[in-house]
């Protein structure tokens, strides 16, 4: 079985500064891998995705993340936030065995001023 | 190209009653899912359609949730009868093509229910 873990609930950043919100994942067969963000009162957006080839995966609004196989770990990052940041931020992953997004809890992204 | 819809957005009954949940997917959208999140917890599979099909319905919790997808278009998530724990956010997905793990699956804003 998959399962994700986000390591902090809730990250607080200043405006501008540079953010790195955590996920690791178990998993005993291959797997892709995403980070999907919530707006306030909206649905699930797609920001980017893992299937396969360079590990450093670029999605919209400036955010990055790294695959690590070793680490097992699939870290969002952005070098500077903007108060539109403001969000929760999932960490999934999906084999290509079954349908099913395994996610994390989430985690909830404050932007302070 | 309108996105997922669902309807309500809210809902709020008392334990006991019968809710329905409606999702329109993409327009085109073959795969249709169901997902739910209780409050605090993680977002969890709930089951997956092709058209009018049920491929997996795994997650589903037990029987007083019932799926419906009429002509493969929109789907119904009928739970009957409510209970204090199906109070959430019920979330409906959609995706184009079937590449097992890889395709994009399109989410809409989701119902929140409250069950008093």
């Known amino acids: 079985a998959q399962s994700v873990t986000q390591l902090d609930s809730q990250v607080p950043v200043f405006e501008e500064a540079p953010v790195e919100l955590r996920c690791n994942y178990s998993s ?5 891998l995403f980070w999907y963000v919530q707006y306030p009162n909206q649905g699930l957006q797609l920001l980017l995705k893992y299937l396969s080839g360079s590990t450093l995966v670029k999605g919209i609004n400036g955010f990055e993340a790294e695959f690590n196989k070793s680490q097992t770990s699939f870290h969002l990052r952005k070098p500077s936030v903007h108060i539109s940041d403001t969000a929760e931020y999932f960490c999934a992953v999906r084999t290509n065995r079954d349908d099913k997004i395994i996610f994390g809890k989430g985690t909830r992204l404050h932007i302070l001023p | 190209e309108a996105g997922v819809t669902q309807f309500p957005s809210h809902s709020v009954i008392e334990k006991g009653q019968t809710v329905t949940l409606r999702c329109d997917p993409i327009s085109g959208h073959d795969n249709l899912y169901w997902y739910r999140r209780v409050m605090g917890k993680e977002i969890k599979f709930l089951l997956h359609f092709v058209k009018e099909s049920k491929q997996d319905e795994s997650g ?11 002509g493969g278009t929109y789907s119904t998530l009928k739970v009957q009868p409510a209970e204090l724990e ?10 184009q093509e079937f590449h097992r793990g890889s395709e994009t699956q399109y989410f809409g804003p989701g119902t929140r229910l409250l069950v008093l």
């Open chain 2, 86 to 95: 199906d109070s959430g956010v019920y979330f409906c997905a959609s995706s």
């Open chain 2, 60 to 70: 589903m919790p037990n029987n007083r949730f019932l799926a419906e997808r009429t």
């Open chain 1, 28 to 32: 005993s067969v291959s797997v892709y």
